[in-house]
C-alpha cells in the first residue's frame, strides 16, 4: 500500500520562507515522478514543481526562481523549499507520487501567507 505524507506547513509572513516535505512508502520511490501541488479554497488543483526521478525539475512560473523541489531518494523523501513567499489564500500543499500511469497522493498540508 502506498503511502504519501507531507509535513511543513503553517503560517508565514509575506517574504519569509517554508520547507515542505514529503515521504514515500509502499512504491519504488526512486523510479518515481514526484511533484507537489496547491489549492486554494475555490479554486482549481495546480501544479507548483515537479522532478523527475532523473531529477528533472520543472516550476509553475508564479513560483519560478523563488521555490526549489529536491529529492533525496535514500530516504524516500521530496522536499519544496519556498522562499521569498507572496500573500496567497491559505492553500493546501499536496504531494504527488507518479509512477507506471498510477498517482498516489497525500492528505496535504496547508500553508498561510497573509497580506
Known amino acids: 500500500q502506498v503511502q504519501v505524507v507531507e509535513s511543513g506547513g503553517g503560517l508565514v509572513q509575506p517574504g519569509g520562507s517554508l520547507r515542505l516535505s514529503c515521504t514515500v512508502s509502499?512504491?519504488?520511490?526512486?523510479?518515481?515522478?514526484m511533484g507537489w501541488y496547491r489549492q486554494a479554497p475555490g479554486k482549481q488543483r495546480e501544479l507548483v514543481a515537479t522532478?523527475?526521478?532523473?531529477?528533472?525539475?520543472n516550476y509553475s512560473d508564479s513560483v519560478e526562481g523563488r521555490f526549489t523541489i529536491s529529492r533525496g531518494n535514500a530516504k524516500n523523501m521530496v522536499s519544496l523549499q519556498m522562499n521569498s513567499l507572496k500573500p496567497y489564500k491559505p492553500a493546501v500543499y499536496s504531494c504527488?507520487?507518479?509512477?507506471?500511469?498510477?498517482?498516489?497522493w497525500g492528505q496535504g498540508t496547508q500553508v498561510t501567507v497573509p497580506s
Open positions: 504527488n507520487s507518479h509512477i507506471f500511469s498510477r498517482d498516489f
Open positions: 509502499g512504491t519504488i520511490f526512486m523510479s518515481s515522478s
Open positions: 522532478i523527475t526521478s532523473a531529477e528533472i525539475t
